[in-house]
């Protein structure tokens, strides 16, 4: 049968069976035939504009899949659902991990493949890890996945800084976020930052929208803005051939692929009902761009994408305020700064390590008491004194404790402690429709005086008998600005003043963003439930699906997969030989 009489075959049978279905089967039709269009042939829908790839989303996986494109010899436009672009990246401080990279090759730190597959593998797999399994304890698409991030990751990024348009730094001392473990054999030296990053390197995500977006219009690729993509456009065979989006007017738009389209729009991390669906735990909300609403999971779906990892994300502590106001300014708390400085919940009771990295913080939030039916740690709040208010103020990185004159809503200001319990216990009520009417138990306050008096005890020897605080490399790296003291073993540590006045803010957690979705292979390409790709259908980034597992590897090991992947799914889908329909 020649391609034009299946074709034609395919396209009598869908409509006799949307007209014996009726209407109201329109849907089911489309899912059954592979079509998302509902009584138009796509191959007789008039297109708005024609490229080689349409890449949907422009922070760090868009531009980079559609610039990787355009070096292949290949036509790309961006779309953009916000109103500017860079979506989170533009939040982010883009460190990049990459590991054996050209600049740990040329100082001589060696990053062979098999000790890196057993540090991800260790992290990603904990319960399953085996040294002495040919894949360390991985699946078979975890452990490629991984092979990919180390064979693309370091010949992407010099791509990009070869043809200007991501040069970058290498922090040599910066260390992964588990650094002790004797898996890790190259400990630090794989984090790049943009080249002009600020020597804080909190700013390097700016940077490299700036650098990224100015070489793409430079390379002309058009960047439109204001565009949501509504519909994944296929042909009779079910190849993907376009999108049909919606402009800022609310006019629709229509544009061809003739190769691919490759969405990189980011995870689910401001749908509520996704985030209800499928995380483990009980999340107020992140930092990823307001956009982020899991688009490509919508639209994905119904071509019968396979769905993977949707229960996990990278993970960060948010301030209470900011995520319920859904502020889109809000940082994820990377670092929780102070040294006279203390969490504790709302029993008054610390139970955290507050340097536990990022993720792992986040983690602690989800405790249940099932005799209590609770999570007692659902709201924390730290609590700290005038020192740390004076010598560990900074607007970067997410921190709590801010200078004067910066956004201070979240903090809680009392002269006593008795008077800051008080002042928390009104906060609380104000948010006790969003936290299961939490409040302070009745003993808070004694038991808050006990747990600094404990705290002080551990300060004033450096040792922290209960949580190990400011042991491991990374809780230093995350410390921030602390004043010196002469002879002090533990930057993280100093005791909390007898006097006033007190600060505190109520923390949760949150997301930078999540790391599930359809799933895709080392190409990117998307994956059916039977692991089929579907033709002409590409991710990259958080709107898919991460082969991470639970696990945060190290500081940008969010940006260094991505990069690796829009590499090879820019290759992938330059060799894809495209529809004719």
């Known amino acids: 049968m020649s391609e034009k009489t299946r074709a034609d075959a395919v396209t009598t049978s869908r409509r006799h069976f949307i007209k014996s279905a009726g209407a109201g089967s329109a849907a089911v039709a489309a899912a059954t035939f592979g079509f998302v269009t509902e009584n138009a042939e796509a191959a007789d829908l008039k297109f708005d504009g024609e490229y080689d790839m349409v890449v949907c989303g422009s922070g760090c996986g868009g531009l980079a899949?559609?610039?990787?494109?355009?070096?292949q010899g290949n036509t790309a436009v961006i779309l953009e659902k916000a109103g500017s672009i860079g979506g989170t990246t533009s939040k982010a401080a883009f460190w990049y991990w990459v590991p054996n990279n050209a600049?740990?090759?040329k100082a001589g730190i060696a990053d062979p493949k098999p000790d890196f597959l057993k540090y991800v593998a260790r992290l990603t797999n904990p319960n399953g890890y085996d040294a002495n399994h040919p894949r360390y304890g991985l699946t078979p698409w975890e452990y490629e996945m991984c092979e990919a991030i180390y064979d693309s990751a370091s010949p992407a990024v010099e791509l990009l800084a070869e043809k200007g348009a991501l040069p970058y730094r290498h922090v040599a001392g910066v260390p992964d976020y588990f650094?002790?473990?004797?898996?890790?054999?190259?400990?630090?030296?794989?984090?790049?930052?943009p080249a002009e990053a600020s020597p804080s390197m909190s700013d390097g995500g700016r940077v490299a929208v700036r650098t990224m977006s100015a070489k793409a219009r430079q390379e002309g690729i058009p960047i439109r803005t204001g565009t949501r993509v509504t519909k994944i456009l296929q042909n009779t065979t079910g190849r993907v051939i376009g999108v049909e989006a919606q402009d800022e007017l609310g006019a629709t738009v229509r544009l061809r692929a003739k190769k691919a389209v490759i969405f990189a729009t980011g995870g689910f991390t401001h749908n509520v009902e996704l985030r209800k669906n499928f995380l483990?735990?009980?999340?107020?909300?992140?930092?990823?761009?307001?956009?982020?609403?899991?688009?490509?999971?919508?639209?994905?779906?119904?071509?019968?994408?396979?769905?993977r990892n949707m229960n996990y994300a990278w993970m960060c502590p948010i301030p209470l305020e900011k995520a319920v106001a859904k502020d889109g300014s809000i940082?994820?708390?990377?670092?929780?700064?102070?040294?006279?400085?203390?969490?504790?919940?709302?029993?008054?009771?610390?139970?955290?390590?507050e340097k536990l990295q990022y993720n792992e913080l986040a983690h602690t939030f989800f405790e249940w008491d099932g005799a209590k039916v609770e999570y007692p740690n659902l709201v924390r709040i730290a609590v700290w004194d005038q020192r740390s208010q004076d010598h560990s103020a900074s607007a970067e990185y997410g921190r709590l404790i801010v200078p004067r004159g910066t956004d201070d809503r979240h903090v809680i200001k009392g002269a006593t402690l008795p008077e800051l319990a008080r002042a928390i216990d009104e906060r609380l009520a104000k948010y006790a429709g969003v936290t299961g009417g939490a409040k302070l138990a009745p003993d808070f306050l004694a038991n808050l005086q006990a747990s600094i008096a404990r705290f002080n005890g551990f300060a004033k020897t450096g040792k922290d008998l209960d949580?190990?605080?400011?042991?491991?490399?990374?809780?230093?790296?995350?410390?921030?600005?602390?004043?010196?003291?002469?002879?002090?073993?533990?930057?993280?540590?100093w005791p909390l003043s007898a006097s006033g006045p007190y600060y505190a803010a109520l923390v949760v957690a949150g997301t930078l963003d999540t790391k599930g979705g359809p799933k895709t292979d080392t190409h990117g390409r998307v994956l059916d439930t039977g692991d089929k790709p579907i033709p002409g259908l590409y991710?990259?980034?958080?709107?898919?699906?991460?082969?991470?597992g639970r696990a945060y590897w190290a500081g940008g090991a969010t940006l260094g997969p991505i990069i690796a992947f829009a590499y090879r799914t820019a290759q992938a889908a330059s060799a894809d030989p495209g529809s004719k329909a």
Not at 65 to 71: G, V
Not at 540 to 548: I, P
Request: include cysteine; charge should be negative.
């Open 65 to 71: 899949s559609a610039l990787f494109s355009r070096w």
């Open 103 to 105: 600049a740990m090759r």
């Open 179 to 193: 650094a002790e473990l004797p898996e890790d054999k190259a400990p630090k030296g794989r984090v790049l930052v």
């Open 280 to 307: 483990n735990g009980p999340i107020y909300g992140g930092c990823a761009a307001p956009s982020n609403e899991g688009d490509f999971i919508n639209l994905a779906s119904p071509l019968g994408a396979q769905l």
């Open 331 to 353: 940082s994820g708390m990377f670092s929780v700064a102070g040294d006279s400085m203390l969490f504790v919940n709302m029993y008054g009771q610390p139970n955290a390590n």
């Open 467 to 493: 949580f190990h605080r400011g042991e491991r490399v990374v809780e230093q790296l995350f410390n921030g600005d602390v004043k010196e003291e002469p002879g002090r073993t533990n930057p993280t540590m």
């Open 539 to 548: 991710g990259v980034g958080n709107c898919v699906a991460s082969a991470s």
